[in-house]
């Protein structure tokens, strides 16, 4: 690998600017995150998109907001526009815990240190610009602006907030994934468009003063949703809003959307049609360094960096949709997939890293299993409002084929310098089953978990059922926990007949919306009877812009608006997260406890049975299984069956 110099990264500081011999900047990006110069960097991204079209860029990233904000002057003004993005998770994730405790590490910043991003970053990095710089324009965008840019619930504050645009005082939003519109922003302002000027961008969003007129277009449609003022009053409304938001998010001919801010007026115009593989592949292959910036040699390695050093990411988008994720409602339901070439080149680029071992530790996407997935007949998909293509079932318009996919693991296996390639990636082991996939060849589902499990799992399968109960898994847009029974049982054939002694790792969720304590109950027992001693779990977190979040807030489902119970409390949170743990001494008293008070001495049979060979046999480590330590499920004498809405034993 040919060696790096200085000026190979986008200049940080004067010195490094004055090195390119620039005497201006056109843009000056603010970030959260440390520099990573690598494409699953936002920031990088925006900067190398920005320098392809010939403007001068620089980075700012983490901003001291503790001193005297010399970071945000150092550099000037920038001719075109200040960019500002929170970075690659909401600020709010980054600094703390489900139960909003600090977080002690934060993955974007050298050494895991924490203190470098303030909360809600976006605002603060956008105030104290606009108070250094007042004309100078601001464009905001990443995860953080994107999930904001309406009426939504904080978590940490407890309160609704209005657009991110009123709070940070930015000019425009870009929201999802930024190249397609950053790049006819760019154009226009090339063109000689001022800035105040652009408004009819797709996939951008502006707060209109009310004497200004709305942007006409007459090719869009328009819809106007509650307003922030009669959210904060009626919760229902709220509620209300949100299907409108989701679905024309998801939809390829969106209409544009309006929403009444005090005396101004939100304006989110509709987003771009999915990026072709042309345009994903120009994202991928601008000239990264995919190194850290030189200036953290010092200060220790960044986390969030050496998780993906020596990974590919081949798509973006996922069509799950499920309640609580964020991925679908920021890189959008439908799949943009990157060319085999294209993750080649990249493959060529990290085989030939001076420290790679020939390991490449991830190739997958949100979910590594759906890549060059995409509707048979296009026309469907483009009048489809569903939120979601494998929920309740699997649409019959999906072309759920891994054939793809598994040429492309062959092609990277073949390359010279490649030993082993992993999937780090979660997989959807759902679209896996054929009794769920129905459409799928089963002889084709076989031979990709075999491909899957023989050559690309290192010790562990990483899935995410997230829970059992199945009217918890409905209103999550999950399928039956049943199909994960049925994949357990294809993963242990596999397992066995090739001798692999490979585990699998399932991710479950306590305290979402419709989840009480009994069903948390029957996820322990249910889990035990399978053989599992879990501990890859986690606590529900309210994010913006998810259909969980909305019912935590309001008690309503946003597309019936009726009622829906959730655990807030402290106690009840808790109270349901120590059933995943009902291997702890600690827990053992409560959980006996609580089962008697529920009437449930049928569960307590089973977590804690007077000789518990478990106990004595128990597997160690993060959610392991053995084929021998627990009696299976199907096998059981006095076999317990489930029924109803909580899954009760009887």
């Known amino acids: 690998m040919q060696e790096l110099k200085l000026s190979d990264w986008l200049p940080t500081t004067n010195k490094e600017v004055k090195i390119r011999g620039w005497d201006a900047l056109d843009v000056i990006l603010f970030s959260g995150d440390a520099y990573v110069d690598h494409p699953s960097f936002g920031h990088a991204v925006i900067g190398r998109i920005l320098e392809s079209y010939g403007l001068r860029v620089a980075i700012v990233p983490q901003p001291n907001v503790n001193d005297n904000l010399q970071d945000f002057v150092k550099l000037g003004a920038p001719k075109l526009f200040f960019g500002v993005t929170g970075g690659c998770m909401d600020p709010m994730i980054s600094n703390y815990t489900a139960s909003k ?128 003022e009669t959210c904060l009053k009626d919760k229902k409304a709220y509620a209300s809003n949100f299907k409108i938001i989701e679905q024309e998010s998801n939809k390829l001919a969106a209409r544009r959307i309006f929403q009444k801010v005090g005396k101004k007026t939100l304006m989110i115009n509709p987003p771009y049609p999915t990026m072709t593989e042309d345009e994903i592949d120009a994202s991928f292959d601008l000239p990264y360094t995919r190194l850290p910036h030189p200036k953290y040699n010092k200060r220790g390695a960044i986390p969030a960096f050496e998780m993906i050093k020596f990974s590919i990411n081949i798509h973006r988008g996922c069509f799950g949709g499920c309640s609580f994720c964020t991925i679908s409602a920021h890189q959008g339901k439908f799949i943009a997939s990157r060319s085999q070439e294209s993750v080649m080149r990249e493959v060529d680029i990290v085989a030939n890293m001076p420290d790679f071992k020939g390991y490449l530790s991830d190739i997958g996407g949100p979910s590594a299993n759906m890549y060059k997935m995409k509707g048979k ?78 050559k690309h799992v290192s010790g562990r399968l990483k899935v995410a059922p997230e829970h059992t109960s199945d009217p918890v898994l409905k209103l999550m847009r999950k399928p039956s926990f049943k199909y994960f029974h049925k994949f357990k049982e294809r993963f242990d054939k596999i397992n066995i007949k090739k001798g692999l002694n490979l585990q699998l790792i399932p991710y479950f969720i306590s305290n979402h919306p419709a989840c009480e304590v009994e069903d948390m109950a029957n996820l322990a027992a249910e889990t035990k009877d399978m053989g599992f001693q879990l501990e890859q779990v986690q606590g529900f977190t309210p994010t913006p812009m998810t259909v969980a979040t909305v019912i935590y807030y309001s008690g309503y489902h946003p597309y019936t608006l009726t009622k829906v119970n959730t655990p807030k409390t402290r106690k009840e949170k808790d109270d349901q997260h120590r059933f995943f743990f009902w291997y702890k001494n600690e827990n053992k008293d409560w959980i006996k406890n609580t089962l008697n008070k529920l009437g449930r001495q049928d569960l307590l049979k089973v977590l804690l049975p007077d000789n518990d060979k478990w106990r004595k046999n128990k597997p160690s480590g993060e959610a392991k299984h ?25």
């Open 377 to 454: 007949i296009q026309s469907i998909c483009d009048k489809c409002v569903a939120p979601s293509c494998i929920s309740p079932v699997i649409c019959s318009n999906l072309d759920t084929s891994h054939k793809p996919l598994t040429k492309l693991y062959q092609a990277v296996d073949s390359h010279p310098k490649i030993k082993k390639s992993f999937i780090g990636s979660g997989i959807r082991h759902d679209m896996l089953v054929p009794e769920f996939n129905k459409n799928a060849d089963p002889k084709e589902l076989d031979d990709y978990t075999e491909e899957l499990m023989t």
């Open 626 to 650: 053995t084929f021998d330590d627990a009696i299976p499920f199907n096998q059981r004498k006095n076999k317990v069956k489930y029924s109803g809405k909580n899954k009760k034993r009887r």
């Open 101 to 228: 405790k600090k977080r002690d590490k934060d993955a974007y910043t050298p050494n895991g240190d924490i203190g470098f991003r303030p909360d809600y970053a976006t605002t603060v990095y956008c105030n104290i610009l606009k108070e250094k710089w007042p004309d100078v324009p601001i464009l905001i965008g990443g995860i953080e602006a994107s999930l904001r840019r309406v009426t939504h619930y904080d978590y940490w504050s407890d309160k609704l907030m209005p657009s991110i645009l009123e709070s940070s005082k930015a000019d425009m939003l870009v929201y999802g994934m930024g190249e397609q519109p950053l790049r006819e922003v760019v154009r226009l302002l090339q063109k000689g468009v001022p800035f105040k000027n652009i408004n009819t961008v797709l996939q951008t969003a502006l707060l209109i003063d009310s004497e200004e007129d709305i942007p006409k277009n007459s090719n869009w449609e328009d819809v106007e949703i509650v307003s922030h």
